[in-house]
């Protein structure tokens, strides 16, 4: 594979698409269940991170065990899908996976089954080699796992791989197979959080894919 052309990888939420404002609606609709507070968008992007239920606990100033934790991601999921309709791509997203000349594909933390579809009414698919969302009932853990099965099924070596993605979890596991890591400050993390990360950071998508080919 060309060094000019990694292999692009594409988180979808906080990143591809822009869903902030309902992620932060339904994480507060999760901790209203058990009478927690209400964090706002700025918290959200000062606070979150995976696993989640840390993140969970860390708001509610309790423990948050599997069980509970699972409890809150079904509310927390139910109220997401029922605003999906609401969401919009991020401005430039077409545009930045328009640009770039190498091969593409999407790795999400979000359900599978949700995922597939959503990704074909945007009209998107055709963009990706793959596309894989969370195969499992529960969500919320870390991404390192699944980006390895990813590149596993794409046959693809992490070196020749850069993740664009809006949170530290992303650039973890860009590591995690030797790859690297695009950070985008438009999605569910502070700028300021990634800027310290020492990676690469990107304003708009276009940016994050022209920082993707420099080396």
């Known amino acids: 594979m060309s060094s000019a052309h990694p292999h692009l990888v594409w988180d979808w939420n906080g990143t591809l698409l822009n869903d902030l404002d309902l992620?932060?609606?339904s994480t507060n609709?999760?901790?209203?269940?058990i009478g927690g507070p209400a964090v706002t968008a700025a918290e959200h992007r000062v606070r979150f991170r995976r696993p989640i239920a840390d993140y969970y606990?860390?708001?509610l100033g309790q423990a948050v065990d599997d069980a509970a934790f699972g409890q809150l991601d079904k509310i927390f999921h139910d109220v997401y899908k029922d605003g999906l309709t609401t969401c919009a791509l991020a401005h430039d997203a077409v545009d930045a996976m328009s640009s770039w000349s190498g091969s593409q594909s999407l790795l999400s933390m979000w359900f599978h089954q949700d995922l597939v579809p959503t990704v074909r009414t945007y009209g998107l698919t055709s963009h990706f080699l793959r596309v894989d969302g969370l195969r499992a009932e529960v969500g919320g853990d870390r991404k390192a796992e699944s980006l390895s099965r990813h590149l596993a099924e794409l046959g693809l070596d992490g070196r020749d791989v850069v993740l664009i993605g809006d949170s530290l979890d992303d650039a973890d596991a860009a590591l995690s197979v030797g790859g690297r890591a695009?950070?985008?400050?438009?999605g569910f993390t502070d700028a300021a959080r990634l800027r310290e990360s020492g990676h690469p950071v990107a304003d708009s998508l276009t940016q994050a894919v022209a920082l993707a080919s420099v080396r």
Do not use: D, H, I
């Open 23 to 25: 992620v932060v609606a």
């Open 57 to 59: 606990a860390e708001v």
């Open 29 to 33: 609709a999760a901790f209203a269940s």
């Open 182 to 186: 695009v950070l985008y400050t438009g």
